[in-house]
């Protein structure tokens, strides 16, 4: 069964520093998320690409944070300088046009 | 706006009893979806239902059944005869935006942990 990939699973990094998160989607699926979830909260929208287009990106902080999907498959997300407030589980989801989304396991993000 | 409220934060039940999980919603659409995701401790998000807006037809797969009530705005989650492995955080979340392709949004709710004793 075809299944989102993330990596790392876990990252550990020091405030100030950059840190890379990776997801590939399920192939075919033309719309890829990212979505950061607070502990004991329900997962947030941080970008939405259809294709390699950004289609929303209103709820990323757009000083520290870029995401890219330069070839409309695989995607990176990116933090610098991370924060100690970016402490969260990163979610990377894909869907083909408008449908269910299916969840990666994640990449649990803790900043020291 | 949209919303999705799960009023339960936490239920822990004996094995083999039976256990509902709560959902309400609020949008303007008249086309939407609603879904019900499981949560284990691993992290990953594991997709269990979808249902749109026109479809009040319940659901049942297995131990598992939903009831979809639109007069009350309500997609409750039933798991009957519970087992250990179904303790997980589950979330309730509502897909909006549709008249507007590839501008999809899903709106979750904030999770009702569901802790089963043996």
């Known amino acids: 069964e075809a299944e989102v990939a993330q990596s790392p699973r876990y990252k550990i990094t020091e405030k100030s520093q950059a840190v890379a998160f990776w997801c590939d989607p399920i192939?075919?699926?033309?719309?890829l998320y990212w979505y950061r979830q607070i502990l004991g909260q329900g997962p947030e929208l941080l970008v939405q690409?259809?294709?390699?287009?950004?289609?929303?990106d209103s709820q990323l902080p757009k000083d520290r944070f870029s995401a890219e999907r330069l070839k409309g498959v695989d995607s990176t997300l990116k933090i610098q300088p991370a924060e100690l407030g970016d402490s969260a589980m990163y979610l990377c989801?894909?869907?083909?046009?408008?449908?269910?989304?299916?969840f990666g396991p994640g990449t649990r993000l803790l900043v020291l | 706006a949209q919303k999705v409220t799960q009023a339960q934060t936490e239920i822990s039940v004996v094995e083999k009893e039976d256990v509902t999980l709560d959902c309400v919603y609020e949008t303007r659409d008249t086309t939407y979806y609603l879904f019900w995701y499981k949560q284990p401790p691993s992290g990953e998000l594991v997709f269990l239902i979808r249902r749109n807006s026109f479809d009040e037809q319940n659901e049942i797969s297995g131990r598992y059944s939903w009831n979809f009530q639109k007069s009350t705005s309500s997609f409750n989650f039933t798991i009957t005869a519970s087992q250990v492995v179904d303790s997980a955080v589950y979330f309730c979340a509502l897909l909006w935006g549709g008249a507007n392709f590839g501008n999809e949004k899903l709106t979750f709710g904030t999770g009702t942990r569901l802790t089963i004793i043996p």
């Open positions: 989801a894909s869907s083909p046009r408008g449908e269910t989304q299916y």
């Open positions: 690409f259809q294709d390699e287009s950004v289609v929303d």
């Open positions: 192939s075919g699926h033309a719309t």
